[in-house]
Structure formats: C-alpha cells, structure tokens
C-alpha cells in the first residue's frame, strides 16, 4: 500500500499545482470545456451540445468528468483540467500494479518514472483535453485481454476488458473499436492462432462491451432515434479520410512526434535494433512480460500506422502510442540499471542531441522575448508579428532554466559513459520533470498569453452582458466559454448574415484577425472597428 500513497502524493505535487495558470487553449481544451458548461447552464446532462445545438463528434465520459469538476470548483480553467490530473495519478498507479505483477516492484518503479519524466506524457495530465482517459481505458482493455491467458480470474479478466473497450468508445466513438479489433487480429496473425484464448471468454469480452457501450449510445437511440448515431458515425469517416479543418501533415508526422515528445522514454526504444540484446534472453524477465511486450508492440504499431494514415494529423492522435511505449522503453532501462545490457554509442549521442535542442530552445526563449525585435522582421506572416507584440514580462534570469537543464543532460551523459547507470537515470528522471514543471508553470502562461490571451479577455470583457458576440474567419469555441454564454433565445443567431446585416435585437461584436480585418470590413459596411490587440480586431455591428 505505501507505494500507492508515494505515487498519489508525488503524482498530486506534479499534476494538480497551476492547473489553472493559463487560459483553456482553442480548440480542444474550450472544446470539452464548453460542452460540460453547456450541460451545466442547460440541466441536459445526456446528450453533450457546443453553442447549445448538438455536438456529435464525442461520447459523454470525458465531459461528465469535467462537470463533476465543475460542480465543485467552479466553471473555469482548473476544473477542466483537474480530471486528467485524477487520470494521470490512476494511470501511474496502474502501471506500478501492472509492472510489479509482470515482473517486480523495481520495474514497476522505473516504469512509473520514465513515464512521469517524458515530455507529453506528463504534459497531458496537466491539460483539458481527452486523450488521457482514452488511452487508460484501452490500454486496460488490452492488459486485461492479455490477462486472460496469464490469470485463473480468466471470467473477470474478460468482462473487465469488455467493459473498459465500452468507456473508450463512450469516451471517444468507435476509434476504441478499430484499435482493438486491429491489435486483436494482428496479434492472432502473429501468433498463428484464431483466438489468443478460448471462445467463451471472448463472447464474455464482447458482450460487456456491447453492454457498457449501449448504456449511452442504446439510451441515445430510444430517446432520440438514430439521428444523432448517424451524424456521429458520419463525422469518425469524414475524420479518417479528409483533412479537418487543415490540420494535414505527411506520413511520418507522428513518428516524429513520439521521437521529440516522448523524450527520454523514445531513445531507449532504440536498444531493441540491437540483435543480441541480452533483453530477449534474460530468464529474469518473466513469460507473461515477455508476452505483453508482444502485445504492446503490436498495439504502437497499430495506433502509430493508423494514424499515419488518417488524413487529420493532430499532436495528441498519437498519444495512445505513449503507453506501449513507455512500457517497451521501461524493459531495458531496468536491464541497463541492472548491468544486463548497454547503451550504444548512438543512443548515448541522440540522447544529448535532443535534449540539448530542446535545452537550447527553452533557454533562447526568454532572449527571444526581449529581443523579438530582431526576430519580427523575419516573419512574413501579419497575425504572428502581431502576436509577438504582447506585453509578456522576459527577463535573461529566466535563461538559467534551459542552462540548468543542459548541465544535467551533460552530467547524465557522462554517467552513462561511465556505466553509472542508476545514478545517470534518477538525474535524468529529475532534470525532466523539473523542466517540464517549469514549462507548464512558468512559460506555458507567457506562451497563452502570446498566442490568444487578447481574444480571450475580449471575451471575458462581455460575461454576464446581454448581447451576441461572434467570430469571423477562424474557427474559436472561446467566445462561447469565456462570454459564459447563455442558451440564445433567437433562433436567428446561428445565422451569420442576420447577426451582421439583419434586424438584430441586440448588439453585436465580433472578432476576427489582423490579416482579415480589412476585406472584413470592405465586404460588410455594417460593421466597424472598435479596438485592435496583437493580431485580433475587434469589430461592432453599427
């Protein structure tokens, strides 16, 4: 039990403090924000609306977390993060229980740690989006259908998978299904087996997943009928096959995502090219472990292909791969710590390499901030110059960050030459998340604050007033959130044109940005300037 409560507190210290130290960032974050205000101001808890008209891109899990966050500290930043924070000390806690069943309780520590200690997957628990909980529930589905095969709970395994596949479609539609089916098959074809257990025990998997599923999307349908459902399927298509809302990328996107962002844990994903890796003879390794890193290979390389191809390149579509391979990076660091296998030459220099980049970014950062001067005419694009004229306090102390955290990859790098391995892991474990703490609370406000914070408090500035407030050219769900909208009486509002050429029966604003403003105002004379601040113009129907 005591390792529990260490993993709660520390977990707690890491993921809770500053949650809301910056506004909710467009669009996810408002996005689920908004939807979980909306249940709230409109007492309609079952079906999830944004600008209170059904939203069917997501399932209700994720959002009922967040209005149960709500209901307790309030509609604001803090308490749409709060659940991933919840999340993030379920998921560690589960990767300790996992780990120490696997293989031993050393394991399971430095799994929790080089989680912990990477660059996304920590960052996530600090954020408002979903991800976090998806990627649990299906990762627990995958341990407890591997699990069948490696517990006399054979019944319970099985159900409990079922039943966690159901949450990660409740949570984020029928993704869940397509990454388990595809991990199912793969590992069947791997394997040369039908099935990687007996049939009854997969009919128990699927029938609690069907269960758990239908006990929102079932309701949904006999309250509704299959509108809602078709629209929702009709949207995962569009998703899959189409770029939405330009976020394209080329094939090799998330792979450089996951080497960048799951840094440290990605370098040692790497020993596993070595082809005599005392890692896949070591009898200490357990069979079951041994298994399960068949599965979670198979599953990275699932989620990774997947959505390589998806047309939609997004940061966090990968994000379910940081499970898997944290796991896979987790068995030869506790090789390497325990003198059974070592780093190569390569690995030792990319290790540096990437965490001097991004020691050399953080500390150029500030430098940039107080001579953005140099940097402005540079940039070609109107909106982001503009940005760049926010007034964000820098200051060349705030440097010693990125310098700190350079000495210690170098003082990591030479522990590990000297094969001082546990001494080169606990200070690269303690560089990492001191760095990471320091981004999310320190620099991640200045950041907002470049990037949104005008528009934001050209929002905040009309809560609680009666009047329409709108965005032109861009896609935002803030002016929703952050004027605390109210449900609209007029069903004229989701008509753009009405709102700046008809008879309104109440003012209007709008925003829109700098490299719009002019044929904004030139195609609508009905509308007037009113303010303007780094890169968005505020506009007034007359």
């Known amino acids: ?47 999830p609306m944004i600008d209170f008209k059904p ?37 560690l806690c589960s990767f300790f ?11 399971a520590w430095v799994w929790v740690i080089l989680y912990t200690a990477s660059w996304l997957p920590h960052f996530y628990f600090k954020s408002g989006i979903i991800d976090p909980s998806f990627n649990l529930f299906i990762y627990l589905a995958i341990y407890f259908a591997f699990n069948v095969s490696h517990t006399t709970k054979k019944w319970l395994c099985a159900i409990l998978a079922g039943v966690f596949v159901g949450l990660a479609v409740l949570t984020k539609g029928p993704v869940a299904i397509a990454v388990c089916i595809l991990t199912l098959v793969v590992f069947c074809i791997v394997r040369k087996t039908l099935l990687p257990f007996a049939p009854k025990y997969f009919f128990a998997l699927l029938f609690s997943g069907i269960f758990t599923t239908l006990l929102w999307f079932g309701a949904e349908i006999m309250a509704h009928g299959w509108w809602f459902v078709n629209e929702f399927v009709t949207y995962q298509i569009r998703l899959f096959r189409t770029e939405d809302a330009g976020h394209g990328g080329p094939f090799f996107y998330h792979f450089i995502v996951l080497l960048l962002g799951c840094f440290p844990a990605s370098i040692f994903l790497f020993t596993y090219l070595k082809k005599s890796a005392p890692l896949f003879q070591d009898d200490r390794l357990k069979t079951s472990a041994k298994n399960f890193r068949t599965w979670n290979w198979i599953l990275f390389w699932v ?9 939609t390149k997004i ?12 796991y896979l990076a987790a068995l030869p660091v506790y090789q390497i710590i325990n003198r059974k296998l070592d780093l190569t030459g390569w690995q030792k220099a990319l290790l540096l390499f990437i965490g001097g980049v991004v020691a050399i970014a953080i500390t150029l950062l500030p430098w940039v901030g107080l001579h953005k001067d140099i940097l402005i005419p540079l940039i070609d694009d109107p909106f982001a110059v503009a940005n760049l004229q926010a007034a964000v306090s820098w200051s060349y102390w705030e440097m010693s960050f990125g310098i700190i955290y350079l000495l210690a990859l170098v003082a990591v790098y030479f522990l590990i030459r000297e094969r001082l391995y546990l001494r080169g892991f606990a200070v690269l474990a303690g560089a990492q998340v001191f760095i990471i703490f320091v981004t999310v609370a320190h620099f991640t406000p200045k950041i907002e604050a470049i990037s949104q914070r005008a528009a934001i408090e050209y929002f905040e500035s009309f809560a609680g007033e009666d009047v329409y407030v709108q965005v032109l050219g861009y896609k935002s769900y803030a002016h929703l959130f952050y004027t605390k909208k109210e449900a609209p009486t007029n069903p004229n509002y989701y008509n753009q044109d009405w709102l700046i050429a008809g008879q309104t029966d109440k003012p209007v604003y709008f925003i829109c940005k700098i490299q719009n403003a002019a044929s904004t105002l030139e195609q609508h004379p009905t ?12 506009l007034k129907r007359k």
């Open 527 to 538: 509308l007037m300037k009113i303010g303007e601040k780094n890169g968005f113009v505020f």
């Open 303 to 311: 989620v990774l292909l997947l959505f390589s191809i998806v047309k």
């Open 55 to 91: 939203f069917w891109e997501k399932p209700p899990i994720f959002i009922w977390m967040q209005v149960l966050s709500m209901k307790v500290f309030g509609i604001n930043e803090f308490a749409a993060r709060f659940p991933n924070a919840m999340i993030g000390i379920a998921t």
């Open 1 to 47: 039990m005591r390792p529990y409560l260490i993993i709660i507190c520390v977990a707690a210290l890491l993921f809770v403090p500053f949650l809301g130290g910056a506004h909710l960032f467009d669009w996810d974050e408002i996005n689920f924000a908004e939807c979980a205000r909306e249940m709230i101001v409109s007492g309609d808890y079952f079906r």
């Open 97 to 107: 229980a996992i780990g120490k069943r696997l293989v031993n309780e050393k394991f």
């Open 315 to 326: 940061v966090h579509y990968s994000s379910l791969c940081y499970f898997p391979l944290s």
